[in-house]
Nanobody, 123 residues
């Protein structure tokens, strides 16, 4: 069955950058849309960006516009989240999730999730 595993998180200073990877195993991601979400204490999981099966990207969270970008490498069965100019308020557990072909900003639309990875933006 499909499994998604996030990597690339950790501690970074404000203004720094990280690139998260979401690697799939069990089946190809070629025909799926993949979204990046994040969750903080006391809040629900919020949609950040999504990339559809054709490679088109959608931004759902205004606070990351111009700072975060999403891409996919189908040959490596991997989706990336590039995060630049990180801020302390970006501290969260970041998740990738799979849905069918077209992007969605709703958590309920996603059928499979990674377990998440912590990004801690702090001095």
């Amino acid at each position: 069955q499909l499994q998604l595993v996030e990597s690339g998180g950790g501690l970074v200073q404000p203004g720094g950058s990280l690139r998260l990877s979401c690697v799939a195993s069990g089946q190809t991601l070629d025909y799926y849309a993949i979204g990046w979400f994040r969750r903080t204490s006391g809040e629900g999981r919020e949609a950040l960006l999504c990339i559809n099966s054709a490679g088109g990207a959608t931004i759902y969270e205004a606070s990351v516009k111009g700072r975060f970008s999403i891409s996919r490498d189908n040959a490596k069965n991997t989706i990336y989240l590039q995060m630049d100019n990180l801020k302390p308020e970006d501290t969260a557990v970041y998740f990738c999730g799979m849905t069918w072909s077209f992007c969605s900003g709703y958590e309920r639309s996603f059928a499979s999730w990674g377990k998440g990875i912590l990004v801690n933006v702090s001095s």
